[in-house]
Every structure is written in C-alpha cells, then in structure tokens.
C-alpha cells in the first residue's frame, strides 16, 4: 500500500512525516526516495512544507512524489512554524520531523516505530545521525550547560563513549536533533508545539525535548537506526551567520529554562571562551592556511555579537 494512499483513515495513519524544503529538488528528491520504501511497511502520511521555494522545487514534488501531501508557503516561514502546520494536521500514533537534507537508511523508521511500541515510558525516540561517509555525527546529547562554552567537546566524547558501551541498545538522552525526531503523539499533546520564538532555526528542538523529559517522558537514541545526515546544507544557505543564531537561540533557551543569573553565568562563559580562541586563532592568519583561521574568527565574532546584542533585546 503507496504511503499516503487517500483509501487510509485517520485512525489507520500509524506514522506522519512532517519535511520542509527550501529550493531543495534534489536534496528533498533523495529524502523522499529513502522513505518511499520504508513506508511501504508503515501506514503513514507524509507531509512536506515548501517553504516559498523560487525554483520550482513544489511542482517537482508534485509530479515525482504524488503519494506526498505538500503545503506551499506563500512566504517564508522559520523551523518550528514550517513544521506546526504538519502537527496540527497530524493523524498518525507518532509524528516524526524530518530534515530535507537527510537519507533514510533501511528498517530506520520500522525500527523507531516499534521502539516507541514496545516502550510507553518514551515520549521521543531519534535515529543515529551519520555523515555521508558515515561516521556517527558528533553533537551533544545533553542540554546546554555553561561548560559547553568552554569545553565543547568534552560531553559529546563521554556520550560517544556511553554509545560504544550501549553498542546496538538504546540510549538515554536528554535531547535528539530535530533532524530526524519521532514523537509519541500523546506526548505531544501533553506538552504543545514547537516554540516559533526560536525561528528561523535552532534549539528548537533542544526545547521541545525539555518540555518532554519535564513531563515525565523519557527520550532514547537508537544506534541501530541510521539516517544519514548532509549537515548544514541547508543551514549554510539559509543563515549566512548562523554562528550568532544559534548561539541567540541558546540564550533564548536559557531565559525560558534556567535562572537569569544561570543565563548570565552562561553568556560570560561565552566571552571568555570566544575572547581566548580569538586570541589563540589571529596570528594564524599569516599562515597559508589561513583561510580556516578566519572562518573560525569569523564564527567566534558571531557568537560575540550574539552576546551583547541579546543583551540590550
């Protein structure tokens, strides 16, 4: 049975898929492609948000994947307002948020599906991320802590060492990617949408896993289930300065989270991170290789503006 056959009732829907694309034909075309397979196993509606594409990328959705039900925006919208539009429509047991730039790898969603079955305590389960080569993508699975301003990869090496003990099992964390997030319907409902006060992107779904785990949910990772991940393809178009977006969001987390003198606590931390590798990277300049230097100068300067230009929001 195609996914999305108009014949299924709400009832029957198992899964929803929720993508949003931005003149994305062919990263969008090989998502779909990945998944068409998958869901012949799974009742499901696929859902893909066209976020005012200007390159026809909608009527090429239309024409090569007529099973997806596509919603055009007139203008563009961020992250979390994209994907609301698929959660209010949602008729499936489970919802899951899906990047354009991923490729689903065989049984991954079969096997989130059943995972969330046989386990009512998960309100949230992800795939293991994988670059195209495919080494696991490296990103904290925790929520954000001032430390991580000035240690980044300390916690991601001790959450690589817990999936190497866990091998095949599942792993509890505290938050997934929004790159590839299945959620328990129920949970969702408990909890609410995503918070549009974080578009266009980021910590967006370090939020909504919050909220989730705070209401009593538990979230896993599977390591079994592999998406492979083209990251930042669409970020790096999309957000030219995306280093101070994502760090505003983080602030942006902790306001509604922590403590203002935890936020503060934070933001300092920032500085003086971002003020010592600066000092570490400029004589770097003058080396051939100084191109790298000054992307990294570049990104620490965003996170500086993002700093003091919160500050005076």
């Excluded at 209010?88 to 689903?104: E, K, P």
Aim: charged share 25%; net charge positive.
């Amino acid at each position: 049975m195609r996914p999305n056959d108009p014949t299924h009732s709400s009832a029957a829907v198992l899964l929803t898929i929720s993508i949003a694309t931005w003149n994305n034909r062919d990263l969008i075309g090989n998502c779909l492609r990945s998944i068409e397979g998958e869901l012949s196993h799974l009742p499901a509606e696929v859902f893909v948000v066209d976020n005012a594409s200007t390159n026809g990328t909608g009527g090429v959705i239309r024409v090569r994947f007529p099973w997806v039900r596509l919603i055009p925006n007139a203008r563009p919208l961020g992250f979390s307002a994209n994907h609301n539009q698929v959660l209010r429509r949602a008729a499936g047991r489970y919802v899951l948020l899906l990047n354009d730039d991923t490729v689903v790898q065989p049984d991954a969603l079969v096997r989130a599906v059943r995972f969330l079955d046989a386990h009512s305590e998960a309100g949230a389960v992800g795939c293991t991320l994988v670059k195209p080569d495919g080494k696991p993508e490296r990103v904290s699975q925790r929520f954000p802590h001032p430390l991580d301003a000035v240690f980044p990869r300390l916690r991601q090496k001790v959450d690589a060492r817990c999936e190497a003990a866990a091998r095949e099992e599942a792993v509890e964390v505290d938050r997934l990617s929004g790159a590839c997030l299945m959620i328990r319907g129920a949970a969702l409902r408990q909890v609410g949408l995503l918070d549009e006060r974080f578009d266009p992107a980021y910590c967006e779904d370090t939020d909504l896993c919050y909220r989730i785990k705070k209401a009593g949910w538990r979230i896993y990772r599977l390591p079994g289930a592999r998406v492979v991940h083209f990251r930042g393809r669409t970020a790096r178009r999309e957000f030219a300065d995306h280093a101070r977006r994502l760090q505003e969001a983080k602030f942006l987390w902790y306001r509604k989270h922590r403590s203002w003198p935890a936020l503060w606590l934070y933001k300092g931390a920032v500085v003086v991170a971002s003020l010592g590798l600066m000092v570490v990277c400029s004589p770097l300049l003058l080396f051939p290789r100084r191109r790298s230097a000054r992307d990294r100068l570049h990104r620490l300067w965003g996170r500086l503006r993002a700093v003091f230009g919160f500050a005076r929001s």
